[in-house]
């Protein structure tokens, strides 16, 4: 698409033609878009569906698919909480304050991101909003460092 400088009168490519790369819908894409993903979308509803399974932008060998263990039930999820205070270890927001914004009860977090892992160095309390943000694949060792430090300091080894 095409539009015309009202000064100097040239005109000026503002974006160019795609296809949605889930429907194949022919679309226009601002230029300064283009080079930001290498895939592009008619709309949400299509980028969701593109980023279903292998696709999807935390998706390790499909163990989000399997049942978590027995082992792994609301005991131990209470006994997690409760060594971590029960509020998150990132930003501190106990399991009230939780309660009222998100309408939602804490979450406890495997540190390896393995679900079968269900031993208690291995676990640790976060709100919901940080758990999404640990689970974003490029940053998981990143995470994983940091949460076996603020294990290690609750059981006041020192590295």
């Known amino acids: 698409m095409k539009i015309r400088n009202i000064k100097t009168g040239r005109f000026i490519k503002t974006s160019s033609k795609y296809h949605c790369d ?19 979308f008619c709309s949400q509803s299509c980028n969701n569906k593109f980023r279903v399974g292998e696709k999807g932008r935390n998706y390790i060998n499909g163990s989000s698919f399997k049942n978590y263990p027995t082992e792994f039930n609301d005991t131990l999820k209470n006994k997690i909480m409760l060594r971590d205070e029960n509020e998150c270890v990132l930003c501190h927001l106990n399991k009230e304050q939780h309660k009222s914004k998100y309408h939602k009860n804490l979450t406890v977090h495997h540190i390896d991101y393995n679900k079968f892992n269900c031993f208690e160095n291995n676990l640790i309390t976060l709100c919901l909003r940080h758990n999404s943000a640990v689970n974003k694949k490029e940053a998981r060792n990143r995470w994983i460092k940091c949460f076996k430090t603020i294990i290690n300091l609750q059981k006041g080894i020192l590295d």
């Not at 889930?22 to 592009?40: A, D, M, Q, V």
């Open 22 to 40: 889930t429907c194949h819908k022919e679309i226009f894409i601002p230029e300064w878009r283009i080079n930001r993903s290498k895939n592009h």
